[in-house]
């Protein structure tokens, strides 16, 4: 495959900047972005990529002059949505902020990066657009609606573009991760704008020792699903010979997850079924 160039939003930590070494690692060509300076990601400019300022909940006007820069001065081949956190919080008690702000990067922010690069994409009929998913896009859990609802939207926003751009020869793909041992559970990172209720004590408190217990000990490696992730892109290595797959979910955990969420959504299809078609107009 040729060399390809490859945008990636999110790049000071974690999947962002895991994903950035193992790309140019593997030959290609990287766009990394930050939000704040660009100093922030200097040893990604040391280790080759190119470096721009990027904070994804920009206005769009903005976010299409930095595009624009970027696709004058390296083109892009490859579009990976990837800036993220998590606004923890129970759906009752979180604040209407807390979902606000989180819609505002996971969701709007992947709506105005992918809708700069998709004129680009369009003109060349060519592309790839890579959209960072999540178990919590799948089944949502106790203590996470603010950063579940966001990427419920995206599965359903990604699985719209991908129709709608089929047939420009724009492909697309959505990763749906597990838990990945990165930053994005760490106390200074991890929002939690909550206004307790008494009657919510039992599983608030079990939420926040999950947390307490799973940051840091994630069972997903970071590595490992990035190499998979750019093999699926590239047709290469674990992905040869197959097509691009629709959607990938990745790691032990997501795979349970999403196995639950399907074989009930079955048994309720198979035990719901003649009540579930009895609504339609007689005629
Ligand atoms: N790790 C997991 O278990 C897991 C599982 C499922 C999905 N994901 C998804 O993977 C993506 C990356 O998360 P991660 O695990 O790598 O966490 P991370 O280490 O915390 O990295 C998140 C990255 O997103 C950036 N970011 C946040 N808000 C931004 C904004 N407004 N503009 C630009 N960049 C912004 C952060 O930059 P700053 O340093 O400036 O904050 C950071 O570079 C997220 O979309 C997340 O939802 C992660």
Request: a negative charge.
């Amino acid at each position: 495959m040729p060399q390809l160039t490859w945008l990636i939003t999110g790049c000071t930590s974690g999947l962002g900047e895991t994903f950035a070494r193992a790309i140019l690692e593997r030959g290609d060509k990287v766009i990394a972005t930050t939000r704040g300076d660009v100093s922030r990601i200097s040893s990604l400019a040391e280790a080759g990529a190119k470096t721009y300022s990027l904070d994804v909940t920009a206005p769009k006007a903005e976010i299409e002059e930095v595009v624009k820069k970027i696709y004058e001065e390296h083109g892009i081949d490859v579009l990976v949505n990837n800036a993220g956190y998590i606004e923890a919080g129970l759906c009752e008690e979180a604040d209407l902020e807390s979902y606000q702000t989180q819609f505002e990067t996971n969701f709007f922010g992947v709506v105005k990066v992918t809708q700069a690069v998709l004129p680009y994409f369009r003109k060349k009929q060519d592309g790839t657009i890579i959209f960072v998913g999540s178990s919590g896009g799948i089944g949502g859990e106790p203590g996470a609606g603010p950063y579940c609802a966001t990427k419920f939207a995206l599965e359903g926003w990604y699985d719209c573009l991908k129709q709608e751009t089929a047939h420009l020869n724009i492909k697309s793909v959505i990763f749906e991760l597990g838990f990945f041992r990165t930053k994005i559970m760490d106390p200074n990172n991890i929002k939690f704008r909550s206004n307790p209720i008494a009657d919510y004590d039992p599983i608030r408190n079990a939420v926040v020792q999950f947390v307490g217990q799973m940051n840091g000990k994630q069972p997903g490696d970071p590595k490992k699903a990035i190499n998979i992730m750019i093999d699926v892109v590239k047709g290469e290595g674990v992905a040869e010979g197959k097509a691009l797959p629709e959607r990938l979910p990745l790691g032990s955990d997501c795979l349970a997850t999403l196995r639950k969420k399907r074989v009930n959504d079955l048994a309720i299809c198979n035990e719901w079924e003649d009540v579930i078609r009895s609504t339609n107009h007689d005629e």
